[in-house]
């Protein structure tokens, strides 16, 4: 069956701190590895990562993927309360399905 | 582009009742999935569409949800009848090609009591 585990399932820092996201998979056929940030309604796109050990960044948001491992994490530095939300990572690949997988989210609380 | 639009925003009926949830893609996405999310399971693929064609609904809970899309704007999820354990939030998501970047609608709360 495939499966996505995020860590930690929540999170609660003061502003300006770093966090370290953590997302490992396990899929049939892996395609991609994406990010979203969901805040009060629809989650939105962060990043999408298809190969290994490419740094995709944003800003103060960086992501990276190991293949071999299984993994991704998602950095935010220097943390803002605006960086409160649900941070989900889904994986493109299950079963020739085309559809995601999604993790069940890590919620980050940014405390001023 | 005005995004996926999802309607109604929040539902409340009564158990038993038919439900219609609705879905406008991105004009030009040729696929289109139906989501779920709860607390307990997090964001399910309940379903997905490729050029119209309903592609995957293994992730459909039971006969009583079915989910057409007549044309390439326009999609439905129906659940009859509902049950106390169907309220969620559904997502209804577009994408041009398969497993990248899909846009999220707003979703639909939906409850059933």
């Known amino acids: 069956e495939d499966k996505v585990v995020q860590s930690p399932l929540s999170l609660v820092v003061h502003e300006g701190d770093t966090v370290t996201l953590n997302c490992s998979y396990e899929?049939?056929?892996?395609?991609?590895l994406l990010w979203y940030k969901q805040e009060k309604k629809a989650p939105t796109f962060l990043f999408m990562l298809?190969?290994?050990?490419i740094e995709k960044k944003s800003g103060r948001l960086s992501s990276i993927l190991d293949k071999k491992e299984l993994f991704s994490i998602l950095n935010i530095t220097a943390t803002q309360t605006g960086d409160s939300a649900v941070y989900l990572c889904a994986v493109a690949g299950g079963g020739g399905a085309d559809g995601l997988t999604f993790g069940k989210g890590t919620h980050l609380i940014i405390q001023p | 582009d005005a995004g996926v639009i999802q309607s109604p925003r929040h539902e409340v009926t009564e158990m038993g009742q038919e439900v219609t949830l609705r879905c406008k893609p991105i004009?030009?996405?040729?696929?289109l999935f139906w989501y779920r999310q709860t607390m307990m399971r997090g964001l399910e693929l309940l379903i997905y569409?490729?050029?119209?064609?309903?592609?995957?609904d293994s992730g459909m809970p039971e006969d009583r949800f079915s989910a057409k899309m007549p044309n390439a704007s326009f999609s439905t999820l129906k659940i009859q009848p509902s049950e106390p354990r169907d309220s969620a939030v559904y997502f209804c998501?577009?994408?041009?090609?398969?497993?990248?970047?899909?846009?999220f609608g707003q979703g639909t709360r939906l409850t059933v009591v």
């Open positions: 899929v049939t056929n892996f395609r991609s």
């Open positions: 298809t190969s290994s050990g």
């Open positions: 998501a577009s994408s041009l090609g398969g497993e990248i970047e899909a846009f």
């Open positions: 004009s030009g996405h040729d696929y």
């Open positions: 569409f490729n050029n119209n064609v309903p592609i995957d």
